[in-house]
């Protein structure tokens, strides 16, 4: 049990990881990957039951399947801050024999990657076979996943969010990154998305909105009523509301930093505004 | 030429679904996906005896190709069921980022491949379903030619570990393969040895291969027939073996002559043993309605269009 302090600290040393990773290479998407840190860091540190090994199969543990692949420096630097593998391999994201690849592979073998993802909408269904393996398994840990908002104008997650509600896939909790951003602008502009938490009512399942999407506490808090409500015949959704690049100032409340690297200049800006706490890697 | 006995028309999917009977009784891990198409892919009886491990998703297929993916994280061995056509093309980036590339024990099985499927005409009769699978890494591909074969390939892919893709198809036609056959993925089946022509196929052209093979043993021709049910990988040794003691070779296969069987055999002789090669397959066109037997002779699929095959490439044999 972590105090809130301290996922704090972890929080801020990962939003330095992000930068830096993706400044290194000049590539990757800080914006989306900012704003979910908060998210990750509670699910990594203080929601998910995870063995100290990674298996495959998870079987005893909780299981988080990310589909929108491009947050990818948020995933791994909260896996590597977690221990699946050495910190310094951080230093590779994006490089040539790297197993930090672009979006997240199993191809490489990356401890803590279940699933490719990043052509997207396709992490709900995978989720669902996940959790539909657990009940099969008798192993009542239960299914994460996160989706970004934009995704879900991908046909395939309504045909997943189908599934899930009419056959009661009840030990999944999907997380939505509701930013309102995709490349093109604002989502509401771009397609407009609506009431998400009305759709996946509709559609069977168990709706909670989480308004300080980049509130640790109030992700714990959210996440731990989602559990709570798990089991009971219906898929849970949190609706989370956050902001794209969310802790450095320039990246907050625009699109334009979704798939952008910041210069050596932006770069410092940023680590100023997030201070060293763990240590860089 | 070696005898064989039609044992009495049967489908290949109905090999399947027997196969899938039998993996139920026997394989804890089998589960068996399906959209919608519970009927066509025979797959009642594993439903009956293995309520549990039956998920009907619905007429969805993007979302079974996800779940399957999903269900082998926690150790199970999906059997997904649909029609060819909506099995590969209508799938194929789901089949390609969950399942290829993140090298899951997915086993994709299609019926109703090719122009046979009949009168529903070309939305439902795939041609280009080996091309599209064979060029995803990793991916195994099976294309079996009747019922006894089918229910083999089906009991072996439980066996190997990785992404499958199993093709056959909806009409009854010949069962002539031993019902207790031993079935290697990867391996060609010798099924007449001769000197003048080397005759390759797959699915339901192998019969046909054997048709035309009694045919041309009549008019002096001695033709060797081999069976490739794997696509791949593909059995190069037997293929060059065989070539480089008849000198040409037939390739025959209910697909487009653009990305199936034929184009692996040429690609291997190109590189090993170049060969006067001809193709018995569709030409780069859609299907269209008719009954199986129409349509085969029509598209120049059936044993007559065989023969005529090797007496070409005979011509062109130097």
Redesign the interface.
């Known amino acids: 049990m972590a105090s809130q302090q301290d996922l704090a600290k972890i929080a801020t040393q990962v939003r330095r990881d992000i930068v830096r990773m993706v400044h290194k290479v000049n590539s990757g998407h800080p914006g989306g990957s900012l704003g979910c840190t908060e998210f990750f860091v509670a699910l990594y540190f203080e929601i998910m039951k995870l063995h100290d090994r990674f298996t495959m199969d998870g079987i005893g543990e909780d299981i988080f399947i990310l589909s929108n692949g491009h947050i990818s420096p948020v995933y791994y630097s909260v896996l590597a801050r977690k221990g699946y593998f050495p910190l310094e391999e951080l230093n590779t994201f994006r490089m040539l024999d790297s197993r930090l690849q672009g979006h997240p592979t199993t191809h490489e073998g990356l401890p803590g990657v279940r699933i490719s993802s990043g052509s997207l909408g396709q992490g709900m269904s995978v989720a669902i076979g996940t959790a539909l393996a657990k009940k099969l398994n008798k192993d009542k840990h239960i299914v994460y996943s996160l989706h970004g908002d934009g995704e879900l104008q991908e046909g395939q997650n309504w045909e997943a969010i189908m599934f899930a509600g009419s056959k009661k896939v009840d030990n999944l909790i999907a997380t939505i990154d509701r930013n309102s951003q995709q490349i093109d602008g604002n989502t509401e502009d771009v397609m407009a998305l609506g009431d998400v938490g009305e759709k996946f009512r509709v559609f069977g399942w168990d709706v909670l909105e989480l308004k300080e999407g980049n509130d640790i506490e109030a992700i714990i808090d959210t996440l731990k009523e989602a559990k709570k409500r798990s089991g009971k015949g219906k898929p849970v959704c949190v609706i989370m509301h956050t902001v794209m690049g969310n802790g450095v100032d320039y990246m907050m409340h625009t699109h334009a930093w979704h798939g952008k690297a910041p210069n050596d200049e932006q770069l410092e800006r940023a680590l100023e505004q997030n201070e060293e706490t763990l240590g860089d890697y | 030429m070696k005898k064989y006995t039609d044992q009495g028309k049967k489908d290949t999917r109905s090999g399947f679904g027997a196969g899938m009977t039998e993996l139920g009784r026997t394989n804890p891990k089998v589960?068996s996906l399906c959209a919608d198409l519970v009927g066509s892919l025979k797959l009642d009886e594993f439903i009956e005896e293995n309520p549990?491990?039956f998920?009907q998703?619905?007429i969805?297929e993007?979302?079974?190709?996800?779940?399957?993916?999903?269900?082998?994280?926690?150790?199970?061995i999906?059997f997904t069921g649909t029609f060819a056509n909506f099995s590969t093309g209508r799938v194929y980036?789901?089949i390609?980022?969950?399942i290829a590339?993140?090298?899951?024990n997915v086993k994709i099985c299609a019926s109703h491949a090719g122009l046979t499927l009949g009168e529903d005409g070309a939305t439902h009769q795939i041609l280009e379903d080996i091309g599209l699978m064979k060029m995803l890494p990793g991916m195994t591909v099976i294309n079996t030619c009747d019922f006894n074969q089918t229910k083999a390939a089906t009991l072996a892919i439980a066996e190997h570990e990785g992404p499958v893709y199993l093709r056959f198809g909806r009409p009854k036609v010949p069962n002539f393969t031993d019902p207790q056959q031993d079935f290697h993925i990867g391996k060609a089946v010798m099924l007449n040895e001769g000197k003048d022509v080397t005759i390759i196929a797959t699915g339901h052209l192998v019969w046909e291969a054997l048709q035309a093979a009694e045919a041309l043993e009549q008019e002096g021709i001695s033709a060797e027939v081999i069976n490739i049910h794997t696509i791949k990988p593909l059995d190069e040794e037997a293929i060059l073996a065989s070539v480089r003691k008849t000198g040409c070779v037939v390739t025959c296969e209910e697909h487009n002559f653009l990305g199936g069987l034929g184009e692996s055999v040429a690609r291997t002789l190109t590189l090993h043993h170049p060969a006067p090669q001809e193709f018995v397959a569709t030409r780069d066109t859609f299907g269209e309605s008719g009954t199986s037997d129409q349509l085969m002779e029509k598209y120049g699929l059936d044993n007559k269009a065989i023969k005529e095959a090797v007496l070409q490439v005979l011509k062109r044999k130097a």
Do not use: C, E, H
Request: aromatic share 10%; glycine share 18%.
């Open positions: 589960v549990d491990r998920f998703v619905g969805a993007a979302n079974m190709m996800g779940i399957a993916a999903g269900l082998t994280i926690g150790g199970y999906p980036d789901q390609r980022q969950s590339y993140s090298g899951k």
